[in-house]
C-alpha cells in the first residue's frame, strides 16, 4: 500500500526553524509534482508550496515566501520543507501530497507544528 508519512513537526519558539520531511512508501510519486499543505481546526487546507517532478521549479504561499524552502531528493521518494523564522500563525498540521490536484487516497497522518512561546 503507497503511503506518505510526514515528519518533523514539533513545538518551537517564534523566529525558530523545523525541517519537515515527507517520505513516500514507492516511487510511485517521482513524476509528481508535489506540495506541502497545512490544515487548522475550522478552517480549509491550505497549500504552502509546491515542486515540480524534477525539483527545478517552486512556488510559496505568500504567507511564507521567503521562510520556508521546499525540495526534494527523488532517490529517496522524500519531499522536505525547510520551515525558518516561523510565526505563531504557521501553526498547523502540515501534510504532503501531489499537486496541483492532491490525491484524497494518499492524505497521511500529517505532522504537527506548534509555534509558541
Known amino acids: 500500500q503507497v503511503q506518505l508519512v510526514e515528519s518533523g513537526g514539533g513545538l518551537v519558539q517564534p523566529g525558530g526553524s523545523l525541517r519537515l520531511s515527507c517520505a513516500a512508501t514507492s516511487n510511485i510519486f517521482r513524476s509528481n509534482a508535489m506540495a506541502w499543505y497545512r490544515q487548522v481546526p475550522g478552517k480549509q487546507r491550505e497549500l504552502v508550496a509546491a515542486?515540480?517532478?524534477?525539483?527545478?521549479?517552486?512556488n510559496y504561499a505568500d504567507s511564507v515566501k521567503g521562510r520556508f524552502t521546499i525540495s526534494r531528493d527523488n532517490a529517496k521518494n522524500t519531499v522536505y520543507l525547510q520551515m525558518n523564522n516561523l510565526k505563531p500563525e504557521d501553526t498547523a498540521v502540515y501534510y504532503c501530497?501531489?499537486?496541483?490536484?492532491?490525491?484524497?487516497?494518499?492524505w497521511g497522518q500529517g505532522t504537527q507544528v506548534t509555534v509558541s512561546s
Open positions: 501530497n501531489s499537486a496541483p490536484s492532491p490525491s484524497p487516497r494518499y
Open positions: 515542486i515540480s517532478s524534477n525539483g527545478y521549479n517552486t
